[in-house]
């Protein structure tokens, strides 16, 4: 893949190729990307995440909410725990996927329960995958604070395709 505009490899800004991701198991590609093996997406650029791990079906993230993530009436935006959120869940379902195995959300749904300031300081998202089938799967995540107050949850359905060689889906 090559961003057009500049002529670079998308690898450059994070994009791992799909011939790279298909050709890994779910959990090492994930692994992959935690490790720095591989680079994060770029929209982690956003989140800046850190101490993250995965384990078969399970994801962690931790992050810090800043100034930068605040919305027009003073408190972190619902955009910040949606990333954080979404992708700890799509990740615990990636980590359960054989080589040659995509996924894509189909939906989330989210809850905010608590806000989220400057002030937070460490929060920690958990994804768990609930169901991997061979075709959808369904996963749920939790972002709680170092009290372990939960200040939200979501849930997301996946679908769930094999890759071919070449990035096609099959």
Known sequence: MVDDKVGKPAIEYGVVPIDVMASMSGLDFVRAIFSGELPEPPIMQTVEPFDCRAEPGIVVIHSVPGLRHYNPIGSVHGGYAAILLDSAMGLAVQTTLPGGTGYTTLEFKISFVRGMSEAS?????????????????TAEARITDTKGRLLAHATTTCLVFGIEKGGAES
Not at 121 to 137: F, H, M
């Open 121 to 137: 300081g460490v929060i920690r998202t958990e994804g768990r995958v609930l169901n991997a089938g061979r075709r959808v799967a």
